[in-house]
């Protein structure tokens, strides 16, 4: 049995030495490798400095998706059997218990995901496991509905909120911060894909396609790691950020739902987008996230007119 970790790392250098020492102690049979995305402060240094460890050093960030997927290969360069898995950790995350379980539950049925908590022990509810997001889901995240209202039913459902998180069950997207996939699996589903860029939906996209395979998902509470949360993206200026997520969030629509529900994401993007616009002028006290948000309504309402225009742009759309 053949267990590689797939660790990407962008300014990495504060939680690296972390996950490294955590996964030597909790899977020393294991092999972490590394891809870094450009990272300007000394990620590279730290990781250099553990034996055992492969790196991959990327001259510019392509991605998350690129990113992994250049890790899985770097893990498969033979032909990948049942007995082999990839576990993708970000660097943020320390296991606090062995993977054995996780790597039987794989086994079985071609997915599983351990139980994330915070640095006070408290399971990451509403991040851990979530649902498939639905056209109202996501509408309502556009809003921040389920900010202001967290205990509404839409929000409930998508986030697992409705379940017990110490029972072990099939589920359908656990974050992809700590996820087991048998490496078969990886290769027949083409691993991720990397027009979700630089980040987001990547993973909801490949447990969506994972399931529609006939793949299952395993939930499996017993396997635990700490999580610190937002450790790249929070590095993301607000503007910018809003512009990736809404943009992979118009990808992943197109993609998985019909073209009449996908035109109403289309419409609660740019509609969304002018209430967050004024919110961040006024918290910033500053015009420099307004371009950002004219961008994010002009490609939605391209998006909104012509479906296929999200498929057929370039990765690196706005």
């Known amino acids: 049995m053949a ?23 909790m899977s020393p ?49 033979r032909e990948a059997t049942e007995s ?17 379980e996780l790597t039987e539950s794989a086994r079985s049925h071609g997915l599983a995901a351990g139980r994330l908590v915070d640095q006070a022990g408290r399971t990451q509810a509403g991040f851990t496991l979530r649902r498939f997001p639905t056209p109202v889901s996501l509408i309502f995240e556009l809003f921040g509905i389920n900010r202001l209202w967290p205990s509404n039913p839409v929000n409930r459902r998508y986030r697992y909120l409705d379940r017990d998180y ?14 087991m996939v048998r490496q078969d699996v990886w290769k027949k589903l083409g691993g991720f894909d990397e027009q979700f860029y630089p980040v987001w939906f990547e993973d909801v996209d490949f447990c969506r396609r994972a399931v529609d395979a006939g ?52 419409a609660a993007v740019a509609l969304s987008s002018v209430p967050r616009m004024v919110v961040g002028m006024i ?25 296929e225009h999200v498929k057929n742009s370039a990765v690196t759309v706005i």
């Open 29 to 77: 049979g294991m092999t972490p490798i590394i891809v870094d995305n450009a990272s300007s402060d000394e990620t590279v240094d730290r990781v250099q400095t553990w034996s055992g460890v492969r790196l991959i050093t990327n001259p510019e960030n392509g991605g998350f998706a690129a990113a992994v997927n250049q890790g899985e290969r770097e893990a498969g360069a």
């Open 166 to 179: 110490d029972q072990p069950e099939m589920v359908e997207q656990p974050a992809g911060a700590f996820l």
């Open 215 to 266: 793949y299952q998902i395993a939930y499996v509470p017993s396997v635990i790691a700490r999580h610190e949360g937002g450790h790249s993206v929070g590095k993301i200026p607000q503007g910018r950020s809003a512009t990736y997520w809404c943009v992979s969030l118009l990808r992943y629509g197109a993609k998985h739902f019909q073209p009449g529900a996908f035109r109403w994401i289309c």
């Open 3 to 25: 267990v590689a970790a797939v660790i990407v790392t962008y300014n990495s250098a504060n939680v690296i030495d972390s996950c490294l020492e955590a996964l030597s102690k």
């Open 283 to 307: 918290a910033g006290r500053t015009l420099s996230s307004v371009g950002h948000y004219l961008k994010i309504m002009r490609f939605a309402g391209h998006c909104w007119v012509t479906p």
């Open 84 to 100: 082999d898995f990839i576990l993708l950790l970000n660097p943020d995350v320390e296991l606090l218990t062995a993977i054995d």
